[in-house]
């Protein structure tokens, strides 16, 4: 299956109540043969207007730190657990991750990254394992069946807190680092 496949049945989903209150099914965007793959928990009201991830203050955020570290957004593959947009952005309910997250993993084994990040604790907890704790563990490397994983601050985290820009300066350029690492490996 490819991913313009995939994300014309996820378009018609309707497994959970949030297929009822969406504009736009958010997918994912990016390169279909990325390294580093982001992942955050649900599409925000500009994400959900324009039916791609990560566009706006958060988004443009985002698009900071990728090119401090000089990663290019066009090489990286983008997607939430979500792909519909939660009223009021509340977090995402277990029910509405469980029904969407099949899709993710899908994209996940067409993509194929040789990184996954996590954007925020909710993604952390989902993908990552349960007790994650982002304060705490933001940065640090786990292997999780064929992937190597890590999570960072979600960049909405750091607009209401700015004092963990640094962190995220700093976790960013570990990834530019880990991917370099596996690429000479290779």
Known sequence: MTLDELKKICSECHGCSLSETRTNCVFGIGNENADIMFVGEAPGEQEDLSGTPFVGRAGQLLDKFLYAV?????????????KCRPPKNRDPLPAEEDA???????????????????LGRISAMRLIKPDFKITREHGTWFKKGNYLMTAVYHPAALLRDPRKKEDMLEDMKKIKEKVLEIENEL
Do not use: G, M
């Open 70 to 82: 000089d990663i290019s957004r066009e090489d990286v593959y983008i997607a939430n657990i979500l």
């Open 100 to 118: 969407c997250i099949d899709f993710l993993r899908r994209q996940v084994e067409i993509i194929n990254p040789k990184v996954i990040v996590c």
